[in-house]
């Protein structure tokens, strides 16, 4: 779990899935990922129309980063939206988004972007295998609107599970909580935010923007006051 704040947009990239990472990294994990807005602003996610390989690799070769970024979906987000990533898929944060970002626990980028910026992408972009490789992780598939809708919305106010889509309880899940005079952050291990107001968790005072460590040993424990969590928890059973 990390808390992201972009300064700039960054760098267009994808991540491989584990299956991926497995055969050509030696890899036990891929690098799924999921946001939750804090600060709103601007995302690309996902193809508008299909892309081969060939062409793909022409624009990386070459830096053709204004074409390669207007293949992108562009998607308004506000907060309190989540974003679904799928390994696999393109995508980049724009400049002032703040989100929390949970992640299968690699940091395997493959950097299809790198003017600009202070990277060297030729030579690190393609996690050490060469881009003829890398590539062929990347999904070069079409999001459809409607699809584009399913990875991008609204975290619904009051759930019970995470508010992130089923397809991700499998690397890691977060839960919204609206604490209004007292809620519990049931047993297991977890990472807790506050994002808003100012609680009590387990008798501590705890302020908006504060991170607390939750050891599954300390079973249930009580939140008091008014205010929002996030809760990040591993993957389902």
Not at 56 to 65: E, G, K, N, S
Not at 84 to 110: F, K, M, R, T
Not at 170 to 191: H, I, P, Q, T
Request: glycine content about 10%; charged content about 25%.
């Amino acid at each position: 779990m990390k808390l992201l704040d972009a300064g700039q947009r960054l760098p267009i990239r994808a991540h491989p899935d584990d299956a991926f990472a497995a055969a050509h990294l030696g890899r036990a994990h891929g690098k799924a990922e999921a946001w939750y807005i804090l600060s709103g602003g601007t995302v690309h996610l996902g193809l508008r129309e299909d892309v081969d390989l060939d062409r793909l690799a022409q624009m990386v070769a070459r830096q053709r980063t204004e074409e390669l970024l207007a293949l992108l979906h562009r998607v308004e987000v506000h907060p309190g939206d989540v974003v679904w990533v799928p390994p696999g898929e393109l995508h980049a944060i724009g400049e002032g988004v703040l989100l929390l970002e949970l992640q299968q626990p690699e940091d395997l980028s493959i950097l299809l972007e790198w003017r600009g910026f202070a990277l060297d992408g030729a030579a690190d972009g393609h996690v050490g295998i060469g881009f003829d490789r890398a590539l062929t992780a990347v999904t070069r598939r079409a999001r459809s609107a409607a699809e584009i809708a399913e990875l991008v919305h609204p975290a619904p106010r009051e759930h019970e599970g995470s508010v992130f889509p089923a397809e991700a309880d499998a690397y890691f899940r977060l839960e919204r909580r609206v604490v209004e005079g007292a809620a519990v952050v049931s047993a297991g291990f977890a990472v807790v935010v506050v994002t808003d107001g100012d609680v009590m968790i387990g008798g501590a005072p705890a302020r908006a923007g504060t991170t607390w460590l939750v050891a599954a040993a300390e079973g249930d424990v009580v939140v008091s006051g008014r205010g929002e969590l996030l809760i990040a928890r591993s993957p389902a059973p």
